[in-house]
């Protein structure tokens, strides 16, 4: 089952503009991460952001997240055609008394030269 | 620091075929996931490993998959007999504690790729 669900699906843009995905998810959550997966590779760890913050940064990337909402969202700023690549945000639930990291089905940004 | 290590890259079987999968996680990392992941999708869980133990494998086939994680080191996944909807890419992610806390980041292995014909 996946928990989150990306928002748009494909995404295309000109090299040098911002991309933003969003992602929804359903339950309660502690932490909300992004991964990027280029072809064929595995997954790399972008950011985290926990449950109780708003909003992180790192680099040109930058998130944020609404509990109420049950939403976050993933923004590239200033964005490079090596940011192309699929996307995915996956929740935290804890409900184990550890991390059960669920993915969302992705996004997938072609960002043109 | 080494990654997360997985062999094969690649593997063709015919149906109903065994197939396993060897993962070897970053050293030190306590908890080994293992996910599958179709075409055009996000990883699913299979099984997570706690050192030795696996303490979620609510997703596992168990008629067809077997997973184990001797030491709490290295794990391998099996399949037998494999199906045509198997053909996936196999996925292998460790997470570290950081002052005994989990982290929640997880470290991916490039993962295995299966074609069942």
């Known amino acids: 089952s996946q928990q989150g669900e990306e928002d748009p699906q494909a995404l295309s843009i000109q090299e040098g503009e911002n991309a933003t995905m969003n992602c929804s998810y359903k339950?309660?959550?502690?932490?909300l991460q992004w991964y990027r997966q280029n072809s064929g590779r595995g997954l790399v760890h972008l950011i985290l952001?926990?449950?109780?913050?708003r909003e992180k940064h790192s680099g040109r990337l930058r998130v944020t997240l609404d509990t109420s909402k049950k939403s976050s969202s993933l923004l590239i700023t200033a964005s490079r055609a090596a940011d192309t690549a699929s996307y995915f945000c996956?929740?935290?639930?804890?409900?184990?008394?550890?991390?059960?990291?669920?993915f969302g089905a992705g996004t997938r940004l072609f960002v043109k030269a | 620091e080494a990654g997360v290590v997985q062999s094969p890259r690649y593997k063709i079987i015919e149906k109903k075929q065994p197939v396993a999968f060897w993962c070897n996680p970053i050293?030190?990392?306590?908890?080994l996931y293992w996910y599958r992941q179709n075409l055009g999708q996000g990883p699913e869980l299979l099984i997570r490993?706690?050192?030795?133990?696996?303490?979620?494998d609510s997703q596992l086939p168990k008629d067809r998959f077997s997973a184990e994680r001797l030491k709490g080191v290295d794990s391998t996944l099996k399949i037998q007999p494999a199906e045509l909807g198997d053909s996936a890419v196999y996925l292998c992610a460790s997470s570290p504690r950081r002052q005994g806390v989990f982290t929640g980041e997880l470290f991916f292995g490039e993962g295995s790729r299966l074609t069942v014909l």
């Open positions: 952001i926990r449950s109780n913050e």
């Open positions: 996956a929740t935290d639930s804890g409900q184990t008394g550890g991390f059960k990291t669920i």
């Open positions: 339950t309660s959550i502690n932490n």
């Open positions: 490993y706690e050192n030795e133990e696996a303490v979620d």
């Open positions: 050293s030190g990392h306590n908890t």
